[in-house]
C-alpha cells in the first residue's frame, strides 16, 4: 500500500456533489416503493400495493424513469470520484490505487453491515468491482470506451449464457411470485426477528446478489462499464468547463434520445417475442435484457445532459445546487435511509410491509428525501464530513481528521 500520499484539502466540483444527490433522490424512491425487499414478491403483497389506477401508473413511471437508470447514474458518479481521488494524488506526486483498494476493503465491510438489513445493498459490489478499476486508471480512454461498449452491448451476458444456457452461475434463481422460496422470504421479512433477517442476508442474500450481478442479468457488467464511463469523463475535465460546452451537450442529449427510441425497440421486441412464457433459457431474453441495459444507458446519458444544462442557469443551479449536502453526506444517508425504512417495513421493527399501497410509499419516500436534504444541510454547516464519510475518510489515512467545523 502507498503510504507517500498525504491527504489534503482540494476543491469540490458541486455540480458532482448535487447530481451525486439527484441519484440517491430516485434510488430512494425506488426501494421504498418497493418495500427494501430487493427480490421477487409474492401475488399476495403484489395486489396489496396496488389497490388502484394510481398506484400502477406510480409504479409505470418509476419502472420508465427511475428504476435502473438512478443507480447506474449512482455508478458513473462512482468511476468519475475514483479518477478525480487518483488525479489528486498523482498531482500530489503521489499514487492512490493501494490506498483506494484499501479503500474498497473499508467499504465492503461498511456496506455487509448494511447488507445485513437491506438484501439490495450495492456497496458490496462496488468494493468488489472497484478492484478492477484500478488498472484501467492507466489504460487509455479508446480502450475504456471500447470495453464499456462491449459490456453494454451485453459481451458478458451472451458469453455466459452461450457456456451456462441460461442456467445459474451461482444459484438457480425461480422469480415465479408465489414459489416456496419467494414466499419464505417474504414471511421472514414480514414476521422473522431482526437476527432471522440478518441471517438470511448475510449468506443467501449475497449469493443471490452474485447470481443478478455476475450471472446472465448482468446488472455488475452494467455497473462496470458505468464505472468505467465516469472514469473517463473526469480524465476530460468535462465537470470543470461544462458551462462552456453547450454544442456538445446538445449533440450528446440527441445521440442518447435516438439510443433510447432504438434500444426500446430492442428491448420491446426481444421481450414481445416470448410471450407470455417469460424465461432466462432463450436468445431472445438475452436481447431483450441487453435492450433494457441500453434503454437505461440512454436515459442516465439523459439526465446526465439535462442535468448540466439546467445547472448552468441561475434558477437552475439555485434549486439543483440544494441537492449537493445530500450528495456530500451520501454514504451516510443511503445506509441511514436502510436502517429507517426496513424498521418501518420489517416485521422486526413497525411491520408496515405490503401494509402501504404504492402513493403511500411514494410519498412518504419524497418527504423523507426532503428531510434528509434539511438534515445534511443542518450537519455540514457544523460538521465537516458526514458521519460515516469521516469514519471511511480516517480509516483511509490511518489519522483521525478533524470532525466539527
Same mark, same amino acid.
Given at each position: 500500500?502507498?503510504?507517500?500520499?498525504?491527504?489534503?484539502?482540494?476543491?469540490?466540483?458541486?455540480?458532482?456533489?448535487?447530481?451525486?444527490?439527484?441519484?440517491?433522490?430516485?434510488?430512494?424512491?425506488?426501494?421504498?416503493?418497493?418495500?427494501?425487499?430487493?427480490?421477487?414478491?409474492?401475488?399476495?403483497?403484489?395486489?396489496?400495493?396496488?389497490?388502484?389506477?394510481?398506484?400502477?401508473?406510480?409504479?409505470?413511471?418509476?419502472?420508465?424513469?427511475?428504476?435502473?437508470?438512478?443507480?447506474?447514474?449512482?455508478?458513473?458518479?462512482?468511476?468519475?470520484?475514483?479518477?478525480?481521488?487518483?488525479?489528486?494524488?498523482?498531482?500530489?506526486?503521489?499514487?492512490?490505487?493501494?490506498?483506494?483498494?484499501?479503500?474498497?476493503?473499508?467499504?465492503?465491510?461498511?456496506?455487509?453491515?448494511?447488507?445485513?438489513?437491506?438484501?439490495?445493498?450495492?456497496?458490496?459490489?462496488?468494493?468488489?468491482?472497484?478492484?478492477?478499476?484500478?488498472?484501467?486508471?492507466?489504460?487509455?480512454?479508446?480502450?475504456?470506451?471500447?470495453?464499456?461498449?462491449?459490456?453494454?452491448?451485453?459481451?458478458?451476458?451472451?458469453?455466459?449464457?452461450?457456456?451456462?444456457?441460461?442456467?445459474?452461475?451461482?444459484?438457480?434463481?425461480?422469480?415465479?411470485?408465489?414459489?416456496?422460496?419467494?414466499?419464505?422470504?417474504?414471511?421472514?421479512?414480514?414476521?422473522?426477528?431482526?437476527?432471522?433477517?440478518?441471517?438470511?442476508?448475510?449468506?443467501?442474500?449475497?449469493?443471490?446478489?452474485?447470481?443478478?450481478?455476475?450471472?446472465?442479468?448482468?446488472?455488475?457488467?452494467?455497473?462496470?462499464?458505468?464505472?468505467?464511463?465516469?472514469?473517463? $469523463?473526469?480524465?476530460?475535465?468535462? *465537470? +470543470? =468547463?461544462?458551462?462552456? @460546452?453547450?454544442? %456538445?451537450? /446538445?449533440?450528446?442529449?440527441?445521440?442518447?434520445?435516438?439510443?433510447?427510441?432504438?434500444?426500446?425497440?430492442?428491448?420491446?421486441?426481444?421481450?414481445?417475442?416470448?410471450?407470455?412464457?417469460?424465461?432466462?433459457?432463450?436468445?431472445?431474453?438475452?436481447?431483450?435484457?441487453?435492450?433494457?441495459?441500453?434503454?437505461?444507458?440512454?436515459?442516465?446519458?439523459?439526465?446526465? $445532459?439535462?442535468?448540466?444544462?439546467? *445547472? +448552468? =442557469?441561475?434558477?437552475? @443551479?439555485?434549486? %439543483?445546487? /440544494?441537492?449537493?449536502?445530500?450528495?456530500?453526506?451520501?454514504?451516510?444517508?443511503?445506509?441511514?435511509?436502510?436502517?429507517?425504512?426496513?424498521?418501518?417495513?420489517?416485521?422486526?421493527?413497525?411491520?408496515?410491509?405490503?401494509?402501504?399501497?404504492?402513493?403511500?410509499?411514494?410519498?412518504?419516500?419524497?418527504?423523507?428525501?426532503?428531510?434528509?436534504?434539511?438534515?445534511?444541510?443542518?450537519?455540514?454547516?457544523?460538521? +465537516?464530513?458526514?458521519?460515516? @464519510?469521516?469514519?471511511?475518510?480516517?480509516?483511509?489515512?490511518?489519522?483521525?481528521?478533524?470532525?466539527?467545523?
Amino acid at each position: 500500500m502507498s503510504t507517500a500520499v498525504k491527504p489534503t484539502p482540494f476543491e469540490r466540483i458541486e455540480i458532482i456533489d448535487a447530481l451525486r444527490g439527484f441519484a440517491l433522490a430516485g434510488i430512494v424512491i425506488c426501494h421504498v416503493v418497493e418495500n427494501y425487499i430487493a427480490a421477487a414478491t409474492p401475488t399476495t403483497f403484489n395486489e396489496a400495493v396496488h389497490p388502484g389506477l394510481i398506484d400502477n401508473i406510480i409504479d409505470g413511471v418509476i419502472g420508465i424513469f427511475l428504476r435502473g437508470k438512478f443507480i447506474a447514474l449512482f455508478s458513473f458518479l462512482f468511476g468519475l470520484s475514483f479518477f478525480i481521488q487518483m488525479d489528486n494524488a498523482r498531482q500530489r506526486g503521489g499514487y492512490f490505487g493501494g490506498r483506494f483498494l484499501w479503500r474498497l476493503i473499508l467499504l465492503f465491510v461498511i456496506g455487509f453491515v448494511h447488507s445485513l438489513f437491506y438484501r439490495g445493498d450495492i456497496l458490496t459490489v462496488y468494493a468488489l468491482l472497484g478492484i478492477f478499476l484500478i488498472p484501467f486508471y492507466r489504460v487509455n480512454n479508446k480502450w475504456a470506451l471500447i470495453t464499456a461498449g462491449l459490456l453494454f452491448l451485453g459481451l458478458a451476458r451472451f458469453a455466459l449464457f452461450l457456456i451456462a444456457g441460461g442456467d445459474g452461475i451461482f444459484i438457480e434463481m425461480d422469480t415465479n411470485p408465489d414459489n416456496e422460496k419467494v414466499l419464505s422470504y417474504y414471511n421472514t421479512l414480514k414476521t422473522g426477528s431482526l437476527w432471522e433477517v440478518f441471517e438470511t442476508n448475510a449468506i443467501e442474500g449475497h449469493i443471490e446478489k452474485a447470481e443478478v450481478q455476475y450471472g446472465v442479468f448482468g446488472r455488475g457488467y452494467f455497473t462496470f462499464a458505468f464505472f468505467l464511463i465516469g472514469l473517463v $469523463v473526469g480524465r476530460n475535465g468535462f *465537470f +470543470k =468547463r461544462f458551462r462552456e @460546452e453547450q454544442k %456538445l451537450l /446538445k449533440k450528446i442529449l440527441m445521440y442518447a434520445i435516438i439510443g433510447f427510441v432504438v434500444s426500446f425497440g430492442i428491448m420491446a421486441g426481444g421481450f414481445a417475442s416470448m410471450g407470455t412464457d417469460f424465461n432466462m433459457n432463450s436468445w431472445n431474453a438475452m436481447i431483450g435484457l441487453t435492450g433494457m441495459d441500453l434503454v437505461n444507458m440512454a436515459m442516465t446519458v439523459v439526465y446526465i $445532459v439535462l442535468f448540466a444544462m439546467l *445547472f +448552468k =442557469r441561475v434558477k437552475g @443551479e439555485r434549486f %439543483l445546487a /440544494k441537492f449537493a449536502p445530500y450528495g456530500r453526506m451520501a454514504l451516510t444517508n443511503y445506509v441511514l435511509q436502510s436502517v429507517i425504512f426496513t424498521f418501518i417495513l420489517f416485521g422486526w421493527g413497525l411491520g408496515y410491509l405490503g401494509e402501504l399501497r404504492q402513493l403511500y410509499t411514494f410519498l412518504l419516500a419524497l418527504v423523507f428525501i426532503a428531510l434528509q436534504m434539511l438534515f445534511s444541510r443542518w450537519w455540514l454547516q457544523n460538521y +465537516k464530513y458526514g458521519p460515516l @464519510e469521516w469514519l471511511w475518510r480516517s480509516l483511509t489515512f490511518f489519522k483521525v481528521f478533524p470532525f466539527r467545523k
